[in-house]
């Protein structure tokens, strides 16, 4: 299956700072990815859909000031939480689609952002 | 809204025993039924689903679909301990494929 990768895995940052999270599709192209977050024994719930080439677009209640999506090729989507705080830690999960064919989404391992 | 209902939320079986997992969804401009197994980390990619009644196999696991009922269900034949993990369906809609996802059935098989 297609590979999708994400950066870091990991992060744990101090209240205020901000924090890049990285979502590739290794053998793909994907002109749509989505970012998820999902909590302790939740579902995943989308945050937005990330469009490339064009902004993206939110889900009600997620703040686009806070949650900073860029899709600048059709490989590699950015999301940055700034000035984070407490409960924003989380697992942050991207997907993309193929471009072509079936149009699956293939998910990300995704990252788990602790902030303290 | 969209909506996609799973159950049971909870299931422990033994090895070897066969399970069913039952998904139910109200999507607008429905495309298709995903299934993907996620243990620890992000979810792995099962089986799409776009037609009714035709059976997806790999391997244990099967799938099929009915569009007139809005449902689906997930198969798994003669379960190992590694089978152990949160099933989760979303459906998908055509106009930018947005996946909307059900809560999750976590299965547990002991040995």
């Known amino acids: 299956g297609a590979v999708v990768s994400q950066h870091p895995s990991r992060v744990i940052c101090k209240s205020g700072t901000s924090v890049k999270i990285e979502c590739r599709s290794l053998d793909f192209q994907a002109t749509t990815m989505f970012w998820y977050r999902q909590f302790p024994k939740q579902s995943l719930m989308l945050m937005a859909t990330s469009n490339e080439g064009s902004k993206a677009t939110y889900e009600q209640g997620v703040e686009k000031d806070k949650f900073l999506i860029n899709h600048a090729s059709l490989t590699l989507s950015t999301l940055t939480v700034t000035s984070a705080h407490p409960e924003d830690s989380s697992f942050y999960i991207c997907?993309?689609?193929?471009?072509?064919?079936?149009?699956?989404?293939?998910f990300g391992p995704g990252t788990r952002l602790l902030v303290l | 809204e969209d909506k996609v209902v799973q159950s049971p939320l909870s299931l422990v079986v033994h090895e070897g025993d066969t399970v069913t997992l039952n998904c139910s969804y109200e999507v607008t401009n429905f495309r298709s039924l995903l299934w993907y197994k996620q243990e620890k980390k992000a979810p792995t990619f099962l089986f799409m689903l776009t037609s009714s009644g035709i059976e997806k196999k790999s391997g244990r696991l099967s799938s099929i679909l009915d569009k007139k009922e809005l449902f689906s269900i997930l198969n798994i034949t003669a379960t190992q301990t590694g089978d152990s993990a949160v099933y989760l369906c979303?459906?998908?809609?055509?106009?930018?494929?947005?996946?909307?996802f059900g809560e999750g059935t976590q299965l547990t098989v002991n040995p």
């Open positions: 979303a459906g998908q809609e055509t106009s930018g494929s947005r996946l909307t």
């Open positions: 997907s993309a689609r193929e471009s072509q064919g079936m149009k699956t989404q293939y």
